[in-house]
């Protein structure tokens, strides 16, 4: 079929053999597997394989599953609250490094910004179990202050690039107007910057939201006890025999993730046109 | 700044005051990242160089026994010193794994971005989403998929049984194979994007003058293309080779304990190995070694601004 097509087309400046099958095969490679964990979420029997017929059972399971209901709630109240305290430390602090003029620290203030992108995640999670071992000791203060404190901050670079790369591509001529027209500075950032930069405000609170959700080692590593997560309550589950029940509850979540993921890139189509 | 106008000018005046002190606006970010992101890792060191406590946590007094555990070990009855072959078994797998991952990512990666910059420019961004999507989604549901497809009853099992290739499984699951078939699952987007990213811009006028001057398919490739994405290449391989470097969930998952990696030899040492000291060691270990990879990445592309993915 291809070879067909070759042979009647001129020649093609950019084709490159066999590309296009790798292309293809990877494709294939990044989806299968997540394919095959979504049909057996639906499998009736009581493993993952063999197929034993459709079937709803394990979403009724995990639905009434007490543990997984209790690190859903916790999994979606931690997403929320380091969403929002994120993204918005990271609008401000995206203002103040676009809004100013080139300066010594600037680069300084770029890296630490991007430093939770650069470190590994196994290296944070134990600094900040060892920093929350001694505070805890210390103070003898316990909750869910310690995790919300810590996704907070490794949100903060997913929030701040699009906020950031929005600014960027900002007419400033519009800010210069209002400003011609007598608006205060304040006045002219809520009726004209923020407006305009809120595409990239929704971009960076929705990805703070899926890196949140998404979070495994550094909640595992800072949980106290009774704080499981649903990522960190599948993981435990994954040393045991696992049954379709956790391919139910990773549908769910992959469902949630792809959805916000897809809901992004509509909006930001939207907001080029 | 653009519209900067002569002195005289108020909005002027008024922009450049403002600019002044903005910074400041970024503080309160810098200061949760500073408590619970960069400010933590200066524990990690000074703990590095403390006595591990008796049932975990530390002694607060000074000691290099956690620097020397990490490589050495030291016989508790006769007391002979011999190297800690376990520690240099993991960092060795942690090295020799990210590499393969990295070159696999990229022979994979490399053509799949080529195939997507090639593309007419509206599809463009639909195949860069469809590369994207996996790599927002679950880290440990990825690694979990993988592991339902390479376990002894998976697909891949199964269907070899099933045409004959095969009449009993083949172990894959909790191999070094495992491991890097995992790692370059959930890592290929990180190589994709950059290389997607510089190939978007290739000025494909310079492989038609190529072909003008009689160059073969593999030619334009080698002598054109791939010097114009370089910079694409080596951003790539930074953002693969990084995170394999410091993996814990696929090698723990796929690895099952038996074969550890970095990540889950320093996740021992503050579970069940109770030795707090050599935990941070090793942590130190592994972010210098990623440092390393950084700057080395830096020092190439200098003046290049092919880093910038997202």
């Not at chain 1, 950019?14 to 095959?36: D, E, H, R, V």
């Not at chain 1, 007419?171 to 209002?178: F, Q």
């Not at chain 2, 509206?122 to 880290?139: C, E, G, H, K, M």
Request: hydrophobic share 50%; with cysteine; glycine share 6%.
């Amino acid at each position: 079929m291809i070879a067909f097509i070759k042979k009647r087309t001129p020649f093609s400046l950019k084709s490159q053999p066999g590309f296009g099958l790798i292309a293809g095969l990877c494709f294939l490679m990044l989806y299968a597997p997540i394919i095959t964990l979504v049909v057996y979420s639906f499998n009736a029997g009581k493993y993952i394989s063999p197929w034993e017929g459709f079937s709803l059972q394990w979403y009724v399971a995990a639905w009434e599953n007490e543990a997984v209901q209790d690190a859903t709630i916790r999994s979606l109240f931690l997403a929320v609250q380091a969403g929002v305290y994120s993204t918005i430390l990271a609008t401000m602090a995206a203002l103040g490094t676009t809004r100013t003029r080139p300066f010594r620290g600037l680069m300084a203030i770029y890296a630490m910004i991007n430093q939770p992108l650069m470190v590994p995640e196994i290296v944070t999670a134990v600094a900040l179990l060892i920093l929350f071992a001694m505070i805890k000791s210390l103070t003898g203060i316990q909750g869910m202050f310690y995790l919300v404190l810590a996704h907070t901050a490794f949100c903060i670079p997913f929030a701040y690039l699009p906020i950031r790369a929005r600014l960027e591509g900002m007419d400033l001529n519009l800010e210069t107007a209002a400003a011609d027209l007598y608006a205060t500075p304040w006045k002219t950032f809520w009726r004209v910057t923020l407006p305009l930069l809120f595409p990239g405000i929704i971009a960076g609170s929705m990805l703070a939201f899926v890196i949140s959700l998404d979070d495994v080692v550094i909640t595992e590593f800072i949980k106290s006890s009774g704080q499981e997560t649903l990522p960190t309550y599948m993981l435990g589950q994954l040393r045991r025999v696992v049954t379709p029940e956790i391919n139910a509850i990773s549908t769910v979540l992959l469902g949630l993730s792809i959805s916000v993921v897809c809901l992004l890139f509509i909006v930001e189509r939207r907001s080029r046109k | 700044m653009r519209n900067s106008k002569a002195t005289s000018d108020p909005v002027g005046d008024m922009q450049r005051s403002r600019t002044k002190k903005n910074w400041l606006l970024s503080a309160p970010a810098l200061v949760v990242l500073a408590a619970a992101s960069s400010g933590p890792l200066l524990i990690v060191l000074v703990y590095s160089f403390l006595s591990a406590g008796e049932y975990s946590g530390v002694v607060w007094k000074f000691s290099t026994d956690a620097w020397f555990n990490v490589v050495f070990f030291r016989d508790i009855f006769d007391g002979t010193t011999s190297f800690a072959d376990a520690h240099i078994t993991i960092l060795w797998r942690s090295v020799r794994l990210s590499f393969i991952t990295t070159i696999i990512t990229l022979a994979v990666g490399f053509p799949t971005a080529y195939f997507i910059a090639t593309r007419p420019r509206r599809n463009r961004s639909l195949w860069l989403f469809l590369i994207t999507v996996p790599f927002w989604t679950n880290l440990l549901i990825r690694t979990f998929a993988i592991l339902e497809v390479i376990r002894n009853e998976g697909l891949i099992n199964i269907g070899l049984q099933m045409i004959g290739v095969i009449d009993k499984p083949i172990q894959m699951l909790y191999t070094d194979f495992a491991i890097m078939v995992g790692m370059t699952y959930v890592y290929l987007p990180l190589m994709v994007l950059p290389l997607y990213a510089s190939m978007e811009r290739l000025n494909f006028s310079l492989v038609e003058a190529a072909y003008d001057l009689y160059a073969t398919r593999h030619k334009v490739l080698r002598r054109i293309i791939i010097p114009l994405v370089k910079p694409g290449v080596i951003a790539g391989s930074i953002l693969v080779f990084i995170p394999s470097l410091g993996a814990f969930v696929t090698p723990r998952v796929l690895g099952g304990g038996k074969k550890m990696m970095l990540g889950n030899l320093i996740e021992l040492q503050f579970g069940a190995g109770r030795n707090w000291p050599l935990g941070a060691a090793l942590s130190v270990t592994l972010l210098t070694l990623v440092m390393a990879a950084l700057l080395m990445y830096v020092r190439t592309t200098q003046g290049n601004n092919a880093g910038s993915v997202r």
